[in-house]
């Protein structure tokens, strides 16, 4: 059955660092989604990206994320300098539109970033 | 706006008795609701949804859940607990449309005593 990767699965970087974290949708699928999940905390929405441009995003979304879909199956989250309270599990979703599959999101994993 | 309550934060139920995990939701359109789960180190998986059509709804592994419009809830249950089913459970709601985003309740973490 298709699913959604991520990698890498455990990122520790230092304050200030710039992240990518990939994420591999499922391959007939459109729509591309990025939460997060602090520990102990709710899942929240980030990003959700369709046509190859952002199509909603949340306020925790500020100039220090950014999203690409560099080709045809890879979609990746960039945070460019790191901080502390951006550690948290960050989830890769996607879905597409269809009878059978609309309204589901298939999530990854998840890659938990820890930031020192 | 779409919000999602889950009261408490950890439920214990023996193996074989009834699971019922609530849920209460706020939106101002007619939403889409979901129940997912989350086992240990894995992703979040769709247990089942509801899209306005049967007000009751089955999902996977037993569980189903019935959209009550008037209590504005999405109470999620299973006959019989089985010790796989320990996990974190989250419902969701987004707004009726293809592909909105989801908007999460903090979880409910389900542990299942032999």
């Known amino acids: 059955e298709p699913e959604v990767t991520q990698t890498p699965s455990h990122q520790v970087t230092q304050m200030g660092q710039e992240v990518i974290l990939r994420c591999v949708p499922i391959s007939n699928h459109l729509y591309f989604y990025w939460y997060r999940q602090i520990l102990g905390q709710k899942v929240e929405f980030l990003v959700s990206f369709y046509n190859n441009e952002i199509s909603e995003k949340s306020e925790i979304f500020d100039d220090q994320f950014s999203v690409e879909r560099p080709d045809g199956s890879n979609f990746t989250l960039k945070i460019r300098s790191t901080k502390l309270e951006d550690s948290a599990m960050y989830f890769c979703?996607?879905?597409?539109?269809?009878?059978?599959?609309?309204?589901?999101?298939?999530f990854g994993p998840g890659t938990r970033l820890t930031v020192t | 706006a779409q919000s999602v309550t889950q009261l408490g934060s950890h439920v214990s139920v023996s193996e074989g008795a009834l699971v019922l995990l609530r849920c209460n939701y706020s939106?101002?359109?007619?939403?889409?609701l979901f129940w997912y789960v989350q086992y240990p180190n894995q992703g979040l998986q769709l247990l089942l949804k509801?899209?306005?059509?049967?007000?009751l709804v089955k999902g996977i592994n037993d569980f189903e859940a019935e959209f009550k419009k008037s209590e504005t809830s999405f109470h999620l249950t299973k006959p019989s607990a089985h010790m796989s089913d320990a996990a974190e459970y989250f419902c969701?709601?987004?707004?009726?449309?293809?592909?909105?985003?989801?908007?999460f309740g903090k979880g409910i973490t389900l542990s299942v005593r032999p």
């Open positions: 939106s101002s359109v007619p939403p889409y």
């Open positions: 969701a709601v987004s707004p009726s449309g293809a592909n909105s985003k989801l908007t």
């Open positions: 509801y899209t306005s059509a049967a007000t």
């Open positions: 979703a996607s879905g597409r539109p269809g009878a059978g599959a609309t309204y589901e999101q298939y």
